[in-house]
């Protein structure tokens, strides 16, 4: 009975374990982003490129300076001079100068907090998007997006990726031909390679915003089952040692 | 040192003689039987999950702050600037998941082995009290954050009161205090998930374990040890095939803890929000009356019950039906002991059909668990491409729906009438290892 019991505790948890997959379908036909959090290196550049490109719209407004700085192994120094183009305190968040009405006058909406897009999105989402980016006329801001269609908001890193184009298929009778495929028309000052890496950092430095824990998580989490293994070892051999009188009393 | 508290020990004694004969009463003079197996694990760990939420709790609102400006904001300054905060919300989010699980394996094993029959009746009701208040704060507790997912889920369940004829409107509206979940709703269900339904789930927690103390435990083979021969090792007048619950059960037990931490520490430092099951993606974005998330669903744990509200449809222009069929399918739990009425205890011993019954219960219930988390709809197109999902989706859902009260409706008629062939249930307990 006993292995019966176990064997449907184990079918119900494969059960539930092989129908995860399908739920974080957020992810759904997106390629991976590849992240690694803790990889420093991919943080510090993907910080560089928030700052440089994205900041000008984006707000943090849940990371501090001080916090990006112990983090990210930076000095206060370097957080200041590279990180901080508002004269906000080293302790203060990350806010965009940008005042919001004038965004909702240039883009027609806010450009929403970064903080935590990755968990609320997903890092793939990310990805992709800044991936998925093509010149299309018909947009107020020139620019259409293939992973967020219609998306108000213009390729910040175009320098960087060059000119995406958009190639349409077949158009069915009455409809818009659907896009199948991005090409780049104008090369831009990175290779194809080159701007897939930076994205991925980008993406990574997002991954980072959205939960610092999990810096410091996986490090305390291997020390605490590690612990609770022995523990429970020590715990089973108590249980044995006592357990010998009802064994002796059948 | 040991004459210190020998003298500690007499002078509390002295001051309430009726201290010591309670301990032994429900520690070392409660003898349970001596063949509880793997199953027997959940209730212990029940109770060690409830004591977790509580800890954490009280640390969590130290720095949550209740209003609907501030809610998601003071959750984000526990993730990131409280000291350990993460760990704590990590261990209350995870822990409000594992005890449903928990609770989920302690409930089947009740129906497995026939805990709740005569004379645990009351038992199993006070348990039914436990599982409904426990729903109730969990619902509560998932508000609290004021995520998307909170602000629409309780949108979504406190409408489902709107579908009582004549007083329904107004109903909703006095629940949330508001046209909308707001302030004032968040405000009050703070107030009833830190004080007011956890006292309650206390109360009932005593007097669930105060009932089992006045009848005893059930054990795997349904075997009543009370009434088999006596004189065990310990006690001359005690069953003779039970043994004292501490130190015998609680060394058991601290090995199935020790078990259950490990796992729970998996969740919290590897993958806290579980892919998505735990922590919902949609719920790390505050807040929003006017963007609703693609897929709104409850968490996990409810998703069963929610599946059997879908699945039913509305008909004489009203959609009660769903609701009645949700509430119902926990009442017809409740009222188990009157509905299954074999003789005979323990699936190891009962008839063929009941075995059967059982397993198609288990299996439409995580089937509906499935549909009402939208995993059948995500699946139907891949497995079925060109079918029409919700045409795929209400036929497997509702068949899963018969699946789950044609349990009780069967159980009820091959007991009442006589069809239940069992096997000769054994004089004494047997033991495995």
């Not at chain 2, 409930?107 to 805990?115: A, H, L, V």
């Not at chain 2, 979504?156 to 949330?176: A, K, R």
């Not at chain 2, 021969?229 to 006690?235: A, D, F, Q, R, V």
């Not at chain 2, 959609?319 to 323990?346: H, N």
Request: aromatic share 14%; hydrophobic share 50%; net charge neutral.
């Amino acid at each position: 009975m006993i292995k019966r019991s176990i064997s449907a505790i184990a079918l119900a948890l494969g059960l539930a374990v092989a129908t995860l997959p399908a739920l974080a379908s957020e992810g759904e036909g997106l390629a991976s982003a590849g992240t690694n959090v803790s990889d420093r290196a991919s943080l510090q550049r993907g910080a560089k490129l928030f700052f440089n490109y994205c900041v000008g719209c984006h707000s943090l407004k849940y990371v501090r300076y001080s916090r990006l700085a112990s983090d990210l192994g930076l000095s206060e120094e370097e957080v200041m001079t590279n990180f901080n183009f508002t004269g906000a305190k080293f302790g203060e968040p990350v806010i965009s100068h940008m005042p919001a009405e004038d965004a909702k006058a240039w883009f027609g909406k806010d450009p929403p907090d970064l903080s935590l897009e990755a968990r609320a999105k997903g890092v793939d989402f990310i990805y992709n998007y800044l991936n998925s980016f093509y010149l299309d006329p018909s947009r107020p801001v020139g620019w259409n997006n293939t992973v967020f269609p219609n998306a108000s908001m213009p390729n910040p890193l175009w320098e960087l990726q060059g000119l995406q184009t958009a190639v349409h298929g077949e158009a069915a009778p009455g409809q818009e031909a659907a896009v199948e495929k991005l090409e780049i028309s104008t090369p831009g000052r990175m290779t194809p390679e080159e701007f897939h890496s930076a994205t991925r950092d980008l993406t990574t430095f997002l991954e980072y915003t959205a939960e610092p824990a999990a810096l410091e998580r996986q490090s305390v989490g291997v020390w605490v089952i590690l612990f609770l293994a022995g523990l429970t070892f020590l715990l089973y051999l108590l249980k044995h040692e006592y357990w010998k009188d009802v064994h002796e009393s059948h | 040192m040991a004459k210190v508290f020998t003298r500690i020990g007499d002078w509390v004694n002295e001051r309430a003689p009726s201290l010591a004969p309670m301990y032994r009463k429900h520690m070392t003079e409660y003898f349970a039987p001596k063949n509880f197996n793997l199953w027997y694990y959940f209730g212990s760990l029940a109770l060690l999950v409830l004591v977790n939420q509580i800890i954490t709790g009280i640390f969590l609102t130290m720095n949550y702050k209740t209003s609907a400006a501030e809610a998601f904001n003071s959750v984000e300054y526990i993730m990131r600037d409280v000291e350990w905060g993460w760990l704590i919300r990590y261990m209350h989010s995870t822990g409000a998941s594992l005890f449903f699980v928990v609770v989920f394996l302690h409930m089947f094993r009740g129906i497995m082995y026939g805990s709740f029959k005569r004379p645990r009746e009351l038992v199993w009701i006070l348990g039914m009290l436990i599982f409904l208040v426990l729903m109730a704060e969990a619902f509560m507790g998932y508000v609290l954050p004021w995520g998307n997912m909170s602000f629409w889920g309780a949108k979504v369940i406190i409408s489902l009161f709107g579908t009582i004829p004549y007083i329904g409107g107004s109903l909703v509206e006095w629940i949330m205090g508001d046209f909308l979940p707001a302030d004032a709703t968040l405000n009050r269900f703070f107030a009833l998930h830190v004080i007011a339904l956890p006292l309650v789930l206390l109360l009932l927690v005593v007097l669930h374990l105060a009932a089992l103390h006045e009848v005893g435990s059930n054990n795997p083979d349904g075997v009543d040890v009370k009434h088999g021969p006596k004189g065990n090792k310990w006690n001359p007048e005690k069953p003779i095939d039970a043994i004292p619950f501490h130190p015998y059960y609680t060394v058991k037990d601290l090995v199935g803890v020790g078990f259950f931490l490990t796992i729970a520490a998996f969740i919290i430092f590897f993958a806290p929000t579980f892919g998505g099951w735990f922590l919902e993606h949609d719920n790390f974005t505050p807040a929003n009356n006017l963007v609703t998330p693609s897929h709104i669903k409850p968490s996990w744990y409810f998703t069963p019950f929610y599946a059997i509200l879908r699945m039913i449809p509305s008909f004489f222009g009203t959609a009660i039906w769903g609701v009645i069929g949700m509430f119902g399918a926990i009442l017809l739990l409740a009222l188990l002991p009157w509905l299954d009425k074999g003789a005979v205890r323990s699936v190891r011993y009962r008839g063929l059909g009941f075995r059967i019954a059982l397993g198609v219960l288990v299996v439409s219930f995580l089937a509906l668990g499935l549909v009402g988390a939208g995993v059948t709809a995500e699946l139907i197109p891949v497995w079925f491409p060109g079918a029409d999902v919700t045409t795929v989706e209400n036929a497997f859902g509702r068949l899963m729906v018969l699946g789950y009260f044609g349990f009780f409706v069967f159980v009820w008629v091959y007991t009442r009438f006589g069809f239940e062939k069992t096997k000769p249930v054994p004089e004494r307990v047997t033991m495995h290892d």
